[in-house]
């Protein structure tokens, strides 16, 4: 699993409320990033994270916000969670193959979020 | 406008068969495509992958297949097994650090 940890696994929350989910990696990935999957879409990028400090807007950022102050953690903030935003998020890092070669995705186990 | 294409949403295949998932893709600057399959209730998991400068790949029953020309590449997985049943997820890659992903494609391994 690359070490990757997400937390919390579910939420349920209300419209307008804000939501900070967390995504921590034990194996000094440079990248990571933020994807949410939803039926009919498959997983699209939300925001990533090429170092601390460092991030920059995928896909599908509107409405989040992302914040990387230590290597280890890379949080995505929703400031006010509307029901669209209902849909299950995974975290991922961006590391070598053990077989070598290029730079593959492992993902975390995901959080569901239910925004009503 | 999607990059990658996976355009059958299902497919149902008969235990120990071949199974053959298929996906397009537009952008000719992809380099690098990868296969991830996910179980529900769990994050996707990398299964295959193959470079632009290949056109097959193989690792054990799952082999990839690539046709430049047609941007088209095939997932076979052969004999197909019951565990087998999940979605499974086409991307394709650029050279950096992002992927694209198409929408997946549900597999169902009949008994």
């Known amino acids: 699993d690359a070490g990757i940890t997400q937390s919390p696994r579910h939420k349920v929350t209300e419209t307008g409320t804000p939501v900070t989910l967390r995504c921590h990696q034990t194996e000094n990935h440079r990248y990571m990033y933020w994807y949410r999957q939803d039926p009919g879409h498959g997983l699209r990028l939300i925001h990533y994270?090429?170092?601390?400090?460092?991030?920059d807007k995928g896909e599908v950022s509107d409405g989040y916000s992302v914040s990387r102050s230590k290597t280890e953690d890379f949080l995505l903030t929703l400031e006010s969670a509307t029901s669209s935003q209902t849909s299950v998020y995974f975290c991922?890092?961006?590391?070598?193959?053990?077989?070598?070669?290029?730079?593959?995705?492992?993902f975390g186990a995901g959080t569901r979020l239910s925004v009503l | 406008d999607q990059q990658v294409k996976q355009n059958s949403p299902s497919l149902s295949v008969q235990e120990g068969r071949i199974s053959i998932l298929n996906c397009d893709y537009t952008?000719?600057?992809?380099?690098?495509f990868l296969w991830y399959k996910k179980y529900p209730a769990e994050g996707p998991t990398f299964l295959i992958s193959i470079s632009s400068i290949k056109d097959k790949n193989e690792d054990g029953r799952f082999t990839v297949f690539l046709n430049k020309s047609a941007k088209h590449l095939s997932l076979h997985i052969v004999p197909s097994q019951p565990g087998d049943s999940a979605v499974y997820f086409c991307?394709?890659?650029?050279?950096?650090?992002?992927?694209?992903f198409g929408k997946g494609t549900r597999l169902h391994i009949l008994p």
């Open positions: 994270s090429y170092g601390v400090k460092d991030t």
């Open positions: 991307a394709a890659s650029e050279g950096d650090d992002k992927i694209i």
């Open positions: 991922a890092i961006s590391a070598t193959l053990p077989t070598g070669g290029k730079n593959i995705q492992y």
């Open positions: 952008n000719s600057m992809f380099d690098y």
